[in-house]
Nanobody
Framework: QVQLDESGGGLVQAGGSLRLSCVASGRTSDIYVMSWFRQAPGKEREFVAAKQWRGSGTYSANSVKDRFTISADTTENTVYLQMNNLKPEDTAVYYC????????????????WGHGTQVTVSS
């Protein structure tokens, strides 16, 4: 089993920045990919970005690829999401997810999930 714990959410004005962190614990040797998803009120959860855990492969949604950057520090078992130029439409609960294979963008592909951290962007 892998446990994931997100932090770093908060309230920020439009145009501002936040950095989310997700610390993995447990059987971290099983992890192949770590990703971020988000869910806005009344909407389905959507893919944000994915990072190959012990490689350089990354993949981001078109809506965020010019503003958000995913990175990882495997020595700290942590994946980050640097979010710049935030917009009100980025308001959502952000979830960290991990899986033992793939670099997918569908939530059904991921076995492990954190509890989420709220990001609110005011206009």
């Amino acid at each position: 089993q892998v446990q994931l714990d997100e932090s770093g959410g908060g309230l920020v004005q439009a145009g501002g920045s936040l950095r989310l962190s997700c610390v993995a614990s447990g059987r971290t040797s099983d992890i192949y990919v770590m990703s971020w998803f988000r869910q806005a009120p009344g909407k389905e959860r959507e893919f944000v970005a994915a990072k190959q855990w012990r490689g350089s492969g990354t993949y981001s949604a078109n809506s965020v690829k010019d503003r958000f950057t995913i990175s990882a520090d495997t020595t700290e078992n942590t994946v980050y999401l640097q979010m710049n130029n935030l917009k009100p439409e980025d308001t959502a609960v952000y979830y960290c997810a991990a899986d033992a294979s793939g670099l997918g963008s569908s939530e059904w592909e991921y076995d492990y999930w954190g509890h989420g951290t709220q990001v609110t962007v005011s206009s």
